[in-house]
């Protein structure tokens, strides 16, 4: 998964936000574990999703509007799929 946020100022909080974020997505889809939060940037983090033997993910009524900032964060979902590879293929 990529987060982003939109508009937000430099200085802020931004990171923290988009791991809160993440991990809201992350209990909404029953994740079966922590996921791996990496910050590329700023504004920008990527993730991946303990899906455990699971090929898919609904995240259905998820909102981040309680985090500040929350309507400007972003999802970006890749297809699930397993193993080092899949784990490589995903993010790509």
């Known amino acids: 998964m990529v987060t982003w946020i939109t508009g937000a100022a430099a200085g802020s909080d931004t990171i923290g936000r988009l791991e809160h974020a993440t991990a809201e997505i992350a209990a909404r889809a029953?994740?079966?574990g922590l996921p791996i939060f990496v910050p590329?940037?700023?504004?920008?983090a990527w993730t991946w999703l303990p899906?455990?033997?699971r090929r898919d993910i609904a995240v259905p009524?998820?909102?981040v509007k309680s985090i500040p900032?929350?309507?400007r964060i972003r999802?970006?979902?890749g297809e699930p799929?397993?193993?080092?590879s899949g784990f490589r293929r995903t993010h790509q």
Not at 40 to 44: G, I, L, R, V
């Open 81 to 84: 799929a397993p193993g080092v």
């Open 40 to 44: 590329q940037d700023e504004f920008c």
């Open 69 to 71: 900032d929350g309507d």
């Open 51 to 53: 899906l455990g033997g």
């Open 75 to 77: 999802f970006a979902f």
């Open 61 to 63: 009524g998820v909102s």
């Open 30 to 32: 029953h994740c079966d």
